[in-house]
């Protein structure tokens, strides 16, 4: 094995495992609350994608041969648009240059307006072993204001089809919703909480600028929005419910059942390495001893071509005081929180104690065993403790 490779798996990234993120760019409609990377196109030539994703693999995969694979994750865009087979490919290529994980999770998201059981049949078949549906609300009502193209009963019906095809199965929800009130969200989520497998993902609405509803919000055509104090009610009344359901808030927005956490998030939440690929993909990957941020061109066909040529991909070594910012910004977000030490490794100087001893004594996060983590109350204001922290 090389040097440099013997170096990268000395290095911190270790300490959160490898991933490998695989962007498909293609839904069948934008939802006007999603900012993420996802367009809407007629004609998709399915065998070039298969094709360019499994070179991008080889060539990623050549640089960080040997490295043990956690977990594989099909996001997007709406991957379950994707062909069985080209998932089957990726799936193959990646053995050629990563051992897996005894316990290696593969997950594909899904929307319900895109789920077959034939299609489902074949991830499975390829080794999907996880799916996350993007159900996003249990009434009708809602789900065409969010720009849904599925019902209710669509939903369900996804839902079945998954669980009869994977062991592991997650939905995600999202609250603080126009004209939502604290009672209609306890009789949602206690719905959801009937139906759900051993993950759920509940996040607040976000306005984001770029998207249909940032353009309408800004020009004041977005009411009926919860207020800050309904949104803390409503985040805290999710709190309270799923746990007393079983399922352990591991994360701000994610509750799992029996320890199913989602391992591929956390290979992002404790700060390993991963690989992106696909347009707009981000990573981070540490190569001969040294942490960079990637990303991939983001326009589809721009991306298809310059893969074909060499790489469609940026790279940007950061410096100590980078990772250890990213670190914090991504640890806090956990129930197991960061560890000072790693901390202090990376940005070559520890965290303020007296600042620690203030967010400690306002009740905003725990000191234990050299670990701070943010308590319930913290999780509700994060960005303004990590602001603390990083000041």
């Not at 074949?122 to 072993?129: I, K, R, T």
């Not at 998207?211 to 919860?226: K, Q, S, V």
């Amino acid at each position: 094995m090389k040097s440099s490779l013997q170096a990268a798996l000395r290095a911190d990234w270790q300490n959160g495992g490898f991933g490998l993120y695989i962007h498909w760019p293609y839904c069948a409609a934008k939802c006007p609350y999603c900012d993420f990377n996802s367009h809407v196109s007629a004609q998709i030539d399915h065998s070039a994608w298969r094709e360019a994703y499994v070179r991008e693999i080889a060539r990623v995969g050549a640089e960080t041969e040997g490295r043990v694979l956690n977990s594989v994750y099909f996001g997007g865009g709406t991957p379950s648009l994707m062909e069985p087979e080209t998932v089957a490919a990726i799936l193959a290529e990646i053995g050629r240059y990563w051992p897996r994980a005894n316990d290696l999770e593969i997950t594909l998201e899904a929307n319900p307006s895109s789920v077959e059981a034939r299609r489902f049949a074949g991830y499975a078949e390829a080794g999907v072993n996880r799916v996350s549906l993007g159900i996003q609300s249990l009434r009708d009502g809602d789900l065409r204001a969010l720009g849904r193209l599925h019902d209710v009963a669509q939903a369900k019906a996804a839902l079945d089809v998954a669980k009869a095809h994977f062991g592991r199965v997650s939905f995600d929800l999202i609250y603080a919703r126009q004209h939502q009130q604290l009672e209609g969200w306890r009789e949602e989520l206690s719905e959801a909480l009937d139906m759900a497998a051993d993950h759920l993902s509940l996040y607040q609405l976000t306005i984001e600028p770029g998207t249909a509803f940032g353009d309408r919000y800004a020009i004041g055509r977005l009411g009926g929005l919860p207020d800050d104090d309904l949104g803390a009610d409503m985040f805290e009344l999710t709190q309270e419910m799923t746990k007393a359901a079983g399922f352990e808030a591991y994360e701000v927005s994610n509750h799992a059942l029996n320890g199913s956490f989602s391992r591929h998030n956390l290979v992002y939440w404790r700060y390993g390495d991963y690989v992106g690929i696909g347009p707009g993909a981000h990573g981070r990957l540490t190569l001969a001893g040294r942490k960079y941020a990637t990303v991939a061109t983001s326009a589809p066909l721009a991306w298809l071509q310059l893969q074909a040529e060499d790489s469609a991909e940026a790279r940007e070594a950061l410096t100590g005081s980078e990772q250890a910012s990213e670190y914090l910004m991504m640890g806090l977000r956990i129930d197991e929180g960061v560890s000072l030490s790693r901390y202090a490794a990376m940005a070559g100087e520890p965290l303020d104690d007296q600042r620690i001893a203030q967010l400690t004594e306002d009740g905003l996060i725990w000191l234990e065993a050299g670990n701070i983590r943010a308590t319930q109350r913290g999780r509700m204001v994060l960005n303004a403790v990590i602001r603390e922290l990083m000041v």
